[in-house]
């Protein structure tokens, strides 16, 4: 597609559930970034995938958190047993290379209640 | 590891007015350098980038930004403030000397504008 594609756009879970948030990058990209943003919070990094290497977990903010890229293209971000200050925006970016602009999407907007 | 220090949080400016965002990194080695908007409930959008050309960058709406590797700055301005300017504005850097080149973030400056 044109741009990065998120969804859902919206998620409403009740707490303990399991969540699933779907990026599909732009064609081509090799990076592709997730970050969180909560309400008057700035962006918050949680993983990063480049090409074939391993990913950058280190911004992941607890083991109920993961990754993954399948492909080299869509990725799949999972929250088990959801709490609810995992509500926030979950934002999607990819890029072709470090010199280039990260494209983001419009995000999933998760609400955890 | 990169940081990304953007001073003020929140400013506020008048229609006509000069904006002025400040953005400093704390790498040796020149990073790459971005500057990014969100509207409300939008995405991020790009304004403008710096990789290794002129140090005087040009984005879109009027803003431009000056990286000057003496002050490790790259601070946003525009000459005159328009209250569709009113946003979230994000610097951001990626390390040249990184292998994989991830974007480091600074935590945002919320731009207001008055009438």
């Known amino acids: 597609g044109a741009g990065v594609s998120q969804s859902p756009s919206n998620k409403v879970t009740e707490k303990g559930k399991d969540v699933e948030l779907r990026c599909d990058p732009i064609?081509?990209?090799?990076?592709l970034y997730w970050y969180r943003q909560s309400l008057g919070q700035g962006l918050e990094f949680l993983i990063y995938?480049?090409?074939?290497?391993?990913?950058?977990k280190s911004g992941l903010p607890s083991d109920r958190f993961s990754a993954e890229r399948t492909g080299g293209s869509v990725s799949t971000l999972t929250i088990q047993r959801t709490q609810q200050e995992d509500s926030a925006v979950y934002l999607c970016?990819?890029?072709?290379?470090?010199?280039?602009?990260?494209?983001f999407g419009q995000g999933t907007r998760l609400t955890v209640v | 590891a990169q940081s990304v220090t953007q001073l003020g949080s929140h400013v506020s400016v008048s229609e006509g007015a000069l904006v002025l965002l400040r953005c400093n990194y704390s790498?040796?080695?020149?990073?790459?350098l971005f500057w990014y908007v969100q509207y409300p409930n939008q995405g991020l959008q790009l304004l403008l980038k710096?990789?290794?050309?002129?140090?005087l960058v040009k984005g879109i709406n009027g803003f431009e930004a000056e990286f000057k590797k003496s002050e490790t700055s790259f601070h946003l301005t525009k000459p005159s403030a328009h209250m569709s300017d009113a946003a979230e504005y994000f610097c951001?850097?990626?390390?040249?000397?990184?292998?994989?080149?991830?974007?480091?973030f600074g935590r945002g400056t919320q731009l207001t504008v008055w009438p």
């Open positions: 970016a990819s890029s072709r290379d470090r010199a280039t602009e990260a494209f």
């Open positions: 995938f480049q090409g074939n290497s391993a990913p950058d």
């Open positions: 951001a850097v990626s390390d040249r000397g990184s292998t994989l080149g991830r974007l480091y």
């Open positions: 790498s040796s080695v020149p990073p790459y």
């Open positions: 710096y990789t290794s050309a002129a140090t």
């Open positions: 064609s081509g990209h090799t990076a």
